[in-house]
């Protein structure tokens, strides 16, 4: 067992800084009380302990009490990606099993698909009085499920993947052992907090005692302004956004208080890593996934270019390997990456089969292929081989392709990622019509009515066939050799 983070945090520091957003800032014990207050109402609305609730709501300072009221409660959080489809949406709430939708007026339109005794507003629950004597949580099981992040499978198919009390305890053990820990620390999250990577710095903070600046949305002018007037000491980036820091903040560089960017979102490309070392701006490469998390593998700034490609060394408290053929492979040996750990999640929800698949003797096996070199460096070939990472964003052709199938004038469908010097990769279609006067302006809208924006292809390419192999598969080496872009 563990205690309330917030509670426990709220006891030792109470006058610290917890949060800053759009101006305004709250110590630990001015979160908690605004928890407190917010979990007796969530709690008069009808929201029970062991409930599902699902979360459709942007970052800002609301969602981070919401958050970590329900844990007071004891309800268990989907995460949703306001991002998606009412569509994509609806699925998910439907197959999390959902009871309540706590969202905002500015997704009202997404929010009239949903059950209406089902949806709470935010705006709304300042006027519903206050539950008495409400039991909160003053304990967190390591093994209960906190939250709920859903993820496409290869197949195309969202899963639900479990995350516990005690993975997002690991998972922020595990970056203050590699990272360390400041009495000024300042971690500056623009990334969304409906993904783990925005997530787990909302954890980290009251676990560690440490300020979290939250923005909205991500403008570069405005968290390289935080760098040198905030004090901002930690940010967490994908390539897309550092490319745009960098673009911004010129020859100066930054303060000698800075101390991390912590770049996920698949490797970085040499010119950028080499700009930074010119402007002795530390930037940690790292490698995760929802599944564990956060990152489980990083690599510290002075590998950064002797190690150029690689993700790292797996943090202290996780294990990594490479298994080809069923067996352990050996140092430079390409094959699946596996993994273990306390902060690797226990399985994907109501998908038993799923999870017996995917973890084996509590190793997780990521379905990524990769080689672990000489000196214990792990360098990813393929994220799940097919994955396209746009700004940061999962892409999964199968679910792209899904959707172009069912236009009725496609025949065959096959979507690799096409490389993009602002989001590092885009979509592209190869596409086999039924009729020769299809366009790609009718299939793009099709696309934007099932699909959210980032999962768009932005290329539309007709052929007379697919290229496959012997065994029926789509070669998509294949068709990026069309693009030009291997």
């Known amino acids: 067992m563990l205690p309330n983070w917030l509670k426990k945090r709220a006891s030792l520091t109470p006058e610290r800084q917890a949060l800053e957003f759009q101006g305004s800032q709250w110590t630990f014990q001015q979160l908690d009380e605004e928890v407190t207050d917010m979990a007796a109402r969530l709690a008069a609305s ?26 007071y409660i004891g309800a268990r959080i989907v995460m949703l990606n306001h991002k998606l489809t009412t569509k994509e949406l609806d699925w998910q709430f439907q197959d999390s099993g959902a009871s309540w939708i706590i969202s905002e007026e500015q997704f009202g339109e997404k929010l009239q698909e949903f059950p209406k005794e089902s949806v709470r507003k935010k705006e709304d629950l300042a006027q519903i009085s206050k539950k008495e004597s409400l039991l909160l949580k003053e304990e967190f099981c390591q093994d209960e499920t906190a939250t709920i992040m859903y993820t496409s499978g290869t197949t195309g198919r969202p899963k639900g993947v479990i995350q516990t009390f005690g993975n997002h305890w690991w998972s922020a053990v595990g970056s203050v052992l590699n990272l360390g820990l400041q009495e000024k620390d300042r971690w500056y999250c623009a990334v969304p907090i409906f993904h783990i990577s925005g997530l787990s710095i909302l954890m980290r903070s009251v676990i560690y005692g440490m300020k979290v600046v939250l923005a909205e949305t991500f403008v570069e002018q405005e968290v390289n302004r935080s760098i040198r007037e905030d004090g901002v000491t930690i940010v967490s980036v994908v390539s897309a956004m550092l490319n745009r820091m960098l673009a911004d903040v010129g020859d100066g560089g930054y303060p000698d208080h800075f101390r991390c960017m912590l770049l996920g979102g698949g490797p970085a490309p040499k010119p950028l890593l080499e700009e930074c070392k010119e402007k002795h701006i530390p930037v940690f490469q790292t490698y995760g996934m929802t599944e564990t998390s956060s990152q489980i593998v990083t690599l510290s700034p002075e590998d950064s270019l002797r190690k150029l490609g690689s993700a790292g060394k797996p943090l202290f408290s996780a294990q990594i390997k490479i298994v080809k053929e069923g067996k352990e492979a050996p140092a430079g040996t390409a094959g699946e990456i596996v993994m273990k750990g306390p902060n690797v999640t226990k399985g994907y929800l109501h998908r038993p089969e799923a999870t017996a698949q995917a973890i084996k003797n509590g190793w997780l096996y990521s379905g990524d292929i990769g080689f672990i070199d000489e000196e214990g460096f792990l360098y990813v070939l393929d994220r799940r081989s097919d994955l396209i990472i746009s700004g940061g964003e999962n892409v999964y052709p199968a679910e792209v392709e899904a959707v172009l199938r069912a236009h009725p004038q496609v025949f065959e469908a096959a979507v690799v990622g096409r490389k993009d010097k602002q989001w590092g990769e885009v979509p592209a279609a190869f596409i086999v019509a039924k009729d020769k006067g299809t366009t790609a302006t009718e299939l793009e809208a099709f696309c934007k009515k099932q699909l959210a924006a980032y999962k768009v292809p932005r290329t539309y390419l007709f052929c007379k066939e697919l290229p496959r192999n012997g065994a029926g598969k789509v070669v998509r080496r294949d068709l990026k050799e069309q693009l030009g872009e291997e």
């Open 46 to 71: 009808g929201i029970k302990e062991g409930e599902y609730c699902a979360l459709l709501l942007r970052n800002h300072a609301d969602s981070v009490i919401i958050i970590h009221a329900l844990f």
